[in-house]
């Protein structure tokens, strides 16, 4: 098989680690060398490691604050709509754009988009749900869920050569490095 084939049949190249604070230091040292296309695999949030492999703030605070607002809006032209054009009542003198009776239904409709927006949000931007994925190709990866770390630098990053990515692993003090199957 030629170096170029090799690596298109490859999803990455994992790098295994014993402890929290060598995934990190790895995870520093590989975006040193210029590898950008990287993901870490750990039992629990490990503090540090999303900065050293360069990911930045999320969208979803942001996509939250426009669900919010549209549902602010929403709510707000719904019941303007209602009372003013659809269904026009008169009661007791009051004019028919009466803006406090609308804030209950404009604060319930915010809650209501924004939390819908932050569900729907989470899983569109994490790709869930994803029942398969090819580190789950690499035996060893059954240990990311109890007491082991793993580095996956993917085939998609200019940097990437196999062999040299085996050689910056073994580097940064690896227990183990395996090529990541499609």
Same mark, same amino acid.
């Given at each position: 098989?030629?170096?170029? %084939?090799? !690596?298109?049949?490859?999803? *990455?190249? #994992?790098?295994?680690? /014993?402890?929290? &604070?060598?995934?990190?230091?790895? =995870? ?41 607002? %549209?549902? !602010?809006?929403?709510?707000? *032209?719904? #019941?303007?709509?209602? /009372?003013?054009? &659809?269904?026009?009542?008169?009661? =007791? ?90």
């Amino acid at each position: 098989m030629s170096h170029s %084939a090799k !690596a298109s049949a490859l999803f *990455g190249v #994992m790098g295994e680690y /014993s402890c929290e &604070h060598d995934v990190v230091h790895a =995870a520093k040292k590989m975006y040193e060398l210029g590898y950008r296309k990287m993901d870490g695999y750990t039992p629990f949030p490990v503090h540090g490691l999303d900065t050293a492999i360069g990911r930045g703030r999320t969208k979803l605070p942001m996509l939250v604050l426009a669900g919010g607002i %549209a549902g !602010a809006c929403g709510g707000l *032209g719904m #019941m303007l709509f209602s /009372s003013t054009i &659809h269904y026009p009542i008169n009661v =007791a003198g009051r004019p028919y754009f009466s803006w406090p009776m609308f804030v209950p239904i404009m604060f319930e409709c915010t809650i209501l988009l924004a939390s819908l927006t932050a569900v729907f949000g989470m899983l569109g931007l994490n790709n869930l749900p994803e029942p398969y994925h090819p580190t789950f190709n690499v035996p060893a990866f059954l240990r990311a869920s109890s007491n082991t770390f793993f580095l996956c630098v993917e085939s998609t990053d200019a940097n990437f050569d196999v062999e040299k990515l085996k050689a910056d692993f073994a580097a940064t003090h690896a227990e183990g490095v395996y090529e990541v199957p499609t």
